[in-house]
């Protein structure tokens, strides 16, 4: 069939309800043995790969920007992660909606559909005029990423049928979310060293293109013809349970404890509680929060998310740090984070050929405790400000996560028969944007409150003034712009010794956290292996 000529709308058979065969691949003479792919489905792979790349970059570039959102938006403490959070938020609310939209109306055509989206709020972020219109703009993005996401892992199982390359397809896709997590700070720093924060959108419009080209060219189309109804009610639930927690969190962090913050966080878990109970009595739930009775599959998640809330929340600091406390420009302070980059793609696909020989139990701990070591090490950022610590830091991390990521995200579908296979690719990534939404709002907000403690400012500073620097780092380092130079130099150094050591603390409990979470999965994966 010429590549020009319409694909097929491929169903679900008895066999593989989910990833049935493409009618170009398929052999009658031998129907238990799958295919292997050829060059146009390693080519489909490449095309996948351009809406994983551009959301998870998305989810870490803008930390880059934030110094020069900073100077030029004026955002408040809240507003600033707000600009970062919403954006992860978004996807996270939305992925499992979005999946079953797919399911129902095409998974290729809701990657188009969200693809031509993303473009067009890509140019409007880029254009913002203030910190409410970026937060929106960040927003939309995230809707429409959201479009992107659950059609990638069903349309690959749909192109790759041999396991054998169906794993190596899976590790590369994995890979893709490391990779661009930590891509993002390096194609920001280069970008934000030759032209303005709005470039970081604009970026997105070319891949966006290339993609609404080459998918209906390569992709087929593939659909669930039993796929259950969209449920309203349950869409609603999903996004009001996140949003509220995540502001709680959030307001506890920038205010203290009080009813505000209190309030919103018991909303969110009273709606997620909601949504629970109301998955278990529909037919056809929006989530299947059954699949989390398997074992295997409910470790693997939790160590999806414990990733992507490791990796979120450095590359929030850690950009920071490298531009406003080590002095380096954009341009050398992502390229101080290329190792990282490398080192989580390289385990990435390392771990197919471990997972081998070794067991899950031990690979998935193996590669958090990794991430442990990483964080551990970046407590003595608050003393050591070197670039090199930073290097070591984040190329550790980098590694734990593309290992653990790439074994969890082939865990999840293997824990699950077929017919599920794209229920538990949606909660898989729901759990990865989740992670990285709360990894940004827990570690940023504990990273600001020590900041907001530890600062102590000269006299001689306006209430304005001290509004501004006790908001962010980014609001001290252009203050001190405008401030006579030993007036300069004392805010300054007050700033960026009270960044060091937040810096720490949430170093500290990101090792913890990632660390308490690396044992709970390796004993439950070895109970049941």
Sequence with gaps: MPSHA??????????????????????????????????????????????????????????FALPQISLALRPTGEQLLWIVDVYPLMLAGLLVTMGTLGDRVGRRLLLVV??????????????????????????????FGATLMPSTLSLLRNVFLDPGQRRLAIAVWASGFSGGTVLGPVVGGWLLQHFTWGSIFLVNVPVVVVLLVAAPLLLPESRNPRAGRLDPPSVVLSVVAMLPLVFGIKHVASHGVDVVGTAAAAVGVTMAVVFVRRQRRLAA???????FGRPVFSASVGANFTASFAIAGLVLFLSQHLQLVVGLDPV??????????????????????????????VLVPAG???????????????SDHRSGVVVATFALVGAGVGLAETLTNDAILGSVPPERAGAASGISETAYELGASLGVAVLGSVLAAV???????????????????????????????????????????????????????????????????????????????
């Design 368 to 382: 958090m405790l990794l991430a442990v070591a990483g964080y551990t090490l970046g407590t003595a950022l608050g």
């Design 285 to 291: 739930p929006l989530l299947d929060v059954s699949l």
């Design 332 to 361: 050398r302070a992502g390229f101080a984070l290329l190792p990282g980059a490398v080192a989580s793609i390289a385990a990435g696909l390392l771990a197919v050929r471990l997972a081998r020989s070794l067991p899950l139990w």
């Design 451 to 529: 900041y907001r403690a530890d600062l102590v400012l000269p006299a001689g500073l306006t209430d304005a003034q001290r509004a501004d620097a006790g908001q962010t780092l980014g609001g001290a380092v252009g203050l001190a712009d405008g401030l006579p130079p030993a007036l300069a130099e004392q805010v300054l150094t007050s700033a960026r010794d009270a960044f060091g050591h937040g810096v720490a603390v949430t170093s500290g409990l990101g090792a913890l956290v990632v660390g308490v979470v690396a044992l709970v999965v390796g004993a439950v994966l070895r109970r049941h292996r």
């Design 114 to 143: 969200g693809a031509a989206g993303f473009g067009v709020v890509s140019l409007l972020a880029a254009f913002s005029t203030d910190a409410a219109h970026l937060v929106a703009a960040r927003a939309l993005l995230g809707v």
């Design 6 to 63: 319409p694909d097929p709308v491929v169903t679900p058979d008895a066999r593989t309800p989910d990833a049935a065969p493409d009618a170009r691949t398929s052999d009658a003479r031998t129907p238990d043995v799958p295919p292997r792919a050829g060059a146009r489905q390693w080519l489909a792979l490449a095309v996948l790969m351009l809406p994983v790349l551009v959301v998870a970059i998305d989810n870490t570039v803008l930390s």
